[in-house]
């Protein structure tokens, strides 16, 4: 009795624990999220636990004893179908279904795990189903955003490439396409070096590590200012570039992303603006220059006919000189010798030797002038290179004032205080002396319009150059008619102008800014006191300004 009533007692205890652990497992299936079901061989729920069941309109209740056919009576289930199949035939199946709910669809996640007996048969299928609904509309979002970025990328006129934290090349656009020649099945996986062939303007060598270049020029925020690159057809370009680190949410670099953009055609039409630019300047100059040259040839005309009229007299003289010394014995002295006096006093003897070595220190003068402006114009006009070289910013300025004297030799007096020794400046000597002229033209025309407005008699352009530590600064004065308050933040602007019609075409100062400020890093600033009392435009120049677009 005692034996029966423990073993009663045993058995209530272990049912009691299994009961205790089915509610752990149901309860720890429940809060999962997922659905725990198994089947048998014929594809019946024998067992069924979840969280998700009952919101989707199924109950445990509904599910047991019925296969899926009896359950989505609607549906197809023959995907259903085929994977438990192949669970009971021994085989751990994965895959992924849908099913239309009352408001939305909803996607799942199912693995299928066949159950073996000791003996290694299958006797059923253990399944875990997972909602995956949320997931599957991130990546449907980020699908589409994926999408509209490769269509955004493709659209772009830029080039853009980007590659892992090895240079590795993981994306290629449209117009990188077309500036590279190469596409993106073909640089998938390509180091960027192999497609991006950059050339070393200093010894005309291919860049070995193009992207480490480039990113070296982003941390020093020196971003070329144009890069020669060879195509893949071989064909040369100029590129203007900058590579920038891809950072994730913890500010770790996960890649690069290189920008770029063919600028060869915008490179020949600055090249060529700035030929018409000096085109024009030498147009407006000539006249002034021919007249500048006219002068000093015309007394030096003059002067070569005096000087042959005078060697017609000396040289008779001479012969008179001659056949009078062979008389001198014949004849009495004294008449000889006034007879030689009157003809010295006829051919003007005295008046020759006073005015002969004039002559020609006059015409030597005037020949200098005209050396001097022809030497200066070459120098001037002369189409330079486009790198930047060490260049003497004085000698420049000298040349400048002297093919513009035309422009204010009749309206003002130039004052010139230039620091002696002036340290040689990198830079594109032509475009500065565009900058030079451009400005002591502006400060002439101030003058005379003053001068017309009866604010002065004659004007006085003064022009200073000095060093203060790694900055060279040149200031260009003038007493002309001054720029009014009101739109002397204008002056740079494109197209704008003071002048009359068919006197200005507003781009002079533009041009003067760009090449100062954006080619050259440095700055422009322009000071004008009230209307007549003259401006100062100040220009600063670094003195080591090599080129930023070598590699």
């Known amino acids: 009795m005692d034996i029966t009533n423990k073993h009663k007692s045993n058995f209530a205890e272990q049912n009691l624990l299994y009961d205790e652990n ?53 549906h197809n289930t023959s995907i259903h179908d085929t994977a438990n199949q192949l669970a009971l035939k021994g085989e751990k199946v994965v895959y992924e279904w849908k099913l239309k709910g009352p408001k939305k669809i909803h996607f799942f996640h199912n693995v299928l795990t066949p159950i073996l007996d000791s003996q290694g048969n299958t006797t059923g299928i253990v399944g875990v189903g997972r909602d995956i609904t949320q997931l599957k509309l991130t990546q449907n979002k980020f699908a589409a955003e994926k999408e509209q970025l490769a269509v955004t990328l493709r659209s772009i006129g830029d080039g853009v490439i980007t590659t892992d934290t090895k240079g590795k090349i993981s994306l290629i656009n449209q117009a990188a396409e077309g500036i590279t020649g ?11 070096a192999e497609i991006f062939c950059i050339i070393n303007e200093n010894n005309k060598q291919v860049c070995q590590d193009p992207l480490g270049k480039l990113i070296d020029n982003n941390n020093k925020k020196t971003a070329a200012d144009y890069i020669t690159f060879v195509a893949r057809n071989n064909a040369r370009k100029i590129i ?53 040259i006219n002068t000093p040839m015309q007394y030096i005309g ?29 004849i009495n002295m004294s008449k000889l010798i006034s007879d030689i006096d009157d003809k010295e006093i006829e051919l003007d003897i005295e008046y020759l030797i006073k005015e002969i070595p004039k002559a020609v220190n006059q015409s030597l003068e005037g020949i200098d002038r005209v050396s001097k402006l022809v030497l200066a114009m070459k120098e001037f006009a002369h189409p330079g ?167």
């Open 22 to 74: 089915l509610e752990l497992l149901r309860t720890l299936v429940n809060s999962m999220g997922d659905v725990l079901y198994t089947l048998d061989c014929e594809q019946r729920y024998v067992g069924i636990f979840g969280s998700w069941t009952n919101h989707m309109g199924l109950t445990p209740e509904n599910c047991l004893g019925k296969t899926n056919k009896d359950i989505f009576k609607y």
């Open 182 to 192: 190469w596409n993106q099945k073909e640089v998938q996986g390509k180091h960027f």
């Open 240 to 292: 203007s570039a900058n590579a920038t680190p891809i950072k994730d949410n913890k500010n770790s670099i996960i890649g690069y992303v290189i920008v770029f953009r063919d600028i060869t055609e915008q490179k020949k039409t600055e090249a060529q603006f700035a030929l018409l630019q000096k085109l024009n300047s030498i147009g407006q100059l000539a006249a002034g220059i021919a007249h500048e």
């Open 302 to 330: 003059d002067n070569t006919r005096f000087i042959q009229h005078a060697f017609n007299n000396i040289y008779a003289f001479r012969n008179y000189y001659k056949q009078t010394k062979k008389l001198i014995t014949e």
């Open 385 to 551: 290179t486009k790198e930047k070289i060490p260049s003497d910013l004085n000698r420049a300025i000298e040349n400048t004032l002297t093919i513009s004297r035309s422009e204010w030799k009749y309206i003002a007096d130039i004052e010139t205080e230039l620091e002696q020794n002036l340290p040689m400046v990198w830079c594109v000597i032509d475009e500065i002396n565009q900058v030079f002229l451009n400005i002591i033209v502006n400060a002439a025309q101030a003058i005379e319009e003053a001068i017309e407005k009866k604010y002065l008699n004659k004007g006085v352009i003064t022009v200073k150059t000095k060093s203060d530590g790694a900055f060279v600064f040149i200031s260009i004065k003038d007493n002309g008619i001054g720029i009014p308050g009101d739109i002397i933040d204008k002056i740079f602007d494109p197209f704008f102008t003071t002048k009359d019609i068919g006197k200005g075409t507003g781009q002079g100062l533009l041009i003067a800014y760009d090449i100062i400020s954006n080619k050259h890093n440095g700055s422009i600033e322009v000071n004008s006191k009230k209307v007549g009392k003259g401006t100062t435009f100040t220009i600063r120049l670094p003195i080591d300004n090599r080129n930023t677009g070598e590699i």
